[in-house]
């Protein structure tokens, strides 16, 4: 499971929701199997979230148009590079499972 967390310039956080729901539409119409993701946008408005849990360890996203896009010009929209980082999920109540 990978955690990635990061800000954006705050005026480039409404248009980074809009990439983010761009891949969450395309991963429910395409569903890509052995994925699970979630996104979060904080309270500050500005830092966003995302929970990526691959089944096999491949990179499902990779193949992904929207995310693509998302990936373009992704780092004029940030204030700082993405925290990643490698987590273990100890429990779940009704969430991730």
Do not use: W
């Not at 891949?23 to 994925?35: I, R």
């Not at 946008?41 to 360890?57: K, M, N, P, Q, T």
């Amino acid at each position: 499971m990978k955690i990635v967390r990061y800000r954006t310039r705050e005026d480039a956080a409404d248009e980074n929701q809009r990439l983010v729901e761009q891949v969450l539409a395309e991963l429910n119409t395409k569903d890509p199997g052995g994925l699970r993701y979630a996104s979060f946008r904080l309270a500050d408005g500005v830092s966003f979230v995302h929970v990526v849990i691959s089944e096999d360890g491949s990179d499902p996203l990779a193949k992904s148009a929207a995310f693509a896009e998302f990936q373009t010009g992704i780092g004029d929209r940030l204030v700082a590079p993405p925290e990643v980082a490698e987590a273990s999920l100890i429990g779940s109540y009704r969430i991730l499972t």
